[in-house]
C-alpha cells in the first residue's frame, strides 16, 4: 500500500535559517506528492505539490522537488520566519478521481526569533 | 475562495451517544472527505465521497457511516461514540486533485 514518512520534530531553528524537512514515499504508479501546512488552530492549507518527476512545486519561498529515483520530496526554504512556525504535512496521492491523500505524520516547525 | 465549513469547532459527547458531524463546501466540488488527526499519527481517511449518495470506505471506517443526500453537504456519524474516537476531525473537498480542507472539529468523548 502506500505510505509517506517524514521527520517528526519538533524541530526547531532560529529565524533566517534554512530549512529541510525529508519526506519520502512509497507508492503503486506515479503519484502526485503535497506539502500542506497547519498552522495553530486551524485546518490544513495547501502549501504546494507537483504531479510527475522532476516538477517543482513552490509557494511563499518554500520549495520542493518530485525525485523519482530517490521516492523523495524534500521541503526547503532558504530563510525561515517566525511566521513559518506551524505543522507541515506531506501526502501523496496515486489513485484517479476521487481517491483520498495518504499522509505523513506531521513535522511540528518552530522558528525562534 | 473554496471554503469548507465545519458545524462546530468543539464539540462534547457521552460514550454511547449518536453524534453527526457536518460539512459543507460552497464551489460545487464532487468530492468529499473526512479524516482524523491524532497526535503522533497524522491523517487517516475515514470515507470519501465521489457523488450525491455516492460513498467509499477510506482506511479507517470502523466505527462511522456517513450521508451525502446533498452536493454540497457531507456528514460523518458516529453511531455509539467511544472514548477511542476522541480526535480531531477534518473535512475536504476536491474538485481535481487538489483538496481544501475545513477548520476541524475537535471531539471529546468522555
Known amino acids: 500500500g502506500n505510505s509517506v514518512t517524514q521527520m517528526e520534530g519538533p524541530v526547531t531553528l532560529s529565524e533566517e535559517a534554512f530549512l529541510t524537512i525529508n519526506c519520502t514515499y512509497t507508492a503503486t504508479g506515479y503519484p502526485s506528492l503535497f506539502w500542506y501546512v497547519q498552522y495553530p488552530g486551524e485546518g490544513l492549507q495547501l502549501l504546494l505539490k507537483?504531479?510527475?518527476?522532476?516538477d517543482k512545486g513552490s509557494n511563499k519561498g518554500f520549495e520542493a522537488t518530485y525525485r523519482k529515483e530517490t521516492t523523495s520530496f524534500h521541503l526547503e526554504k532558504g530563510s525561515v520566519q517566525v511566521s513559518d512556525s506551524a505543522v507541515y504535512f506531506c501526502?501523496?496521492?496515486?489513485?484517479?478521481?476521487?481517491?483520498?491523500?495518504?499522509f505523513g505524520k506531521g513535522t511540528h516547525l518552530i522558528i525562534q526569533p | 475562495d473554496v471554503k469548507v465549513t465545519q458545524s462546530s469547532r468543539y464539540l462534547v459527547k457521552r460514550t454511547g451517544e449518536k453524534v453527526f458531524l457536518e460539512c459543507v463546501q460552497d464551489?460545487?466540488?464532487?468530492?468529499m472527505f473526512w479524516y482524523r488527526q491524532d497526535p503522533g499519527l497524522g491523517l487517516r481517511l475515514i470515507y470519501f465521497?465521489?457523488?450525491?449518495?455516492?460513498?467509499e470506505k477510506g482506511d479507517i471506517p470502523e466505527g462511522y457511516s456517513v450521508s451525502r443526500e446533498k452536493k454540497e453537504r457531507f456528514s460523518l456519524i458516529l453511531e455509539s461514540a467511544s472514548t477511542n474516537q476522541t480526535s480531531m476531525y477534518l473535512c475536504a473537498s476536491s474538485h481535481t486533485e487538489t483538496q481544501y480542507f475545513g477548520p476541524g472539529t475537535r471531539l471529546l468523548v468522555l
Open positions: 464551489m460545487d466540488h464532487e468530492n
Open positions: 465521497s465521489y457523488d450525491v449518495k455516492m460513498k
Open positions: 501526502a501523496l496521492r496515486s489513485g484517479g478521481g476521487a481517491d483520498g491523500l495518504t
Open positions: 507537483a504531479t510527475k518527476a522532476d
